[in-house]
């Protein structure tokens, strides 16, 4: 389902501005906090600005992670792409959920926005960071994370205004965990250990998007 929220992305992204007067290397050096200030001081403190600099660093860390899986054989570079295609469609599903049981509002536009760049960026430290730090997770971690969400979708009141409400939340948790199942874990299982623990962290925060601004 389509929210006005990710309809208002989809938008705006169909008519981005210039880097104003920076360079893509020079963009993505600031990382996305930094980019994001710097943005928002020469184009204007707006949801819509906000939006617009979620998606341009999200298409500029994307260009770089193709440049980096460019000399990879095709078959990584599928794997890959399908990894960051699915950490995104488990991310926007999430979003639907928890969105929907927050009431909604202007405030989740850039929060949508946010999730291509968020992919991206761990996309790259996947590709790059070969440290071991980190949190060790396990694959319940996130199990537990589609309990904590159901018992919210159970206890939520949003029939009496939005009939049909639930079934629709239900069936966003549902593809959450089929995609989880059937498209994050195969390639993460074949990740090293530090890789598959940044993979897994991702979907736990990913399940939680938006938790911090409160909400049912």
Not at 177 to 205: E, T
Request: proline fraction near 3%; hydrophobic fraction near 40%.
């Amino acid at each position: 389902m389509i929210t006005p929220a990710l309809c208002l992305v989809l938008l705006l992204a169909q008519s981005k501005p210039g880097l104003f007067g920076k360079t893509p290397e020079q963009a993505l050096a600031m990382g996305q906090q930094k980019w994001y200030e710097f943005y928002d001081s020469k184009a204007g403190s707006s949801t819509q600005s906000m939006i617009l600099a979620c998606d341009i660093y999200g298409d500029l860390a994307e260009a770089r992670n193709s440049k980096l899986l460019a000399t990879k054989a095709a078959t990584v570079r599928k794997d890959w792409n399908n990894l960051a295609k699915a950490l995104r469609g488990f991310a926007s599903e999430s979003f639907e959920i928890n969105s929907m049981l927050a009431g909604g509002g202007t405030i989740w536009h850039p929060i949508a926005a946010n999730i291509h760049p968020d992919v991206q960026e761990l996309v790259y430290h996947l590709l790059t960071d070969k440290s071991n730090s980190g949190h060790k997770m396990v694959v319940s971690m996130v199990g537990n994370e589609f309990e904590l969400l159901k018992v919210r979708i159970d206890k939520a009141k949003l029939e009496s205004y939005q009939p049909g409400t639930k079934k629709t939340l239900y069936k966003n948790l549902t593809t959450m965990q089929s995609i989880f199942k059937d498209k994050i874990l195969p390639i993460a299982r074949g990740l090293d250990r530090h890789q598959s623990d940044l993979v897994l962290s991702f979907c736990v925060k990913s399940a939680r998007i938006g938790n911090d601004l409160g909400g049912n």
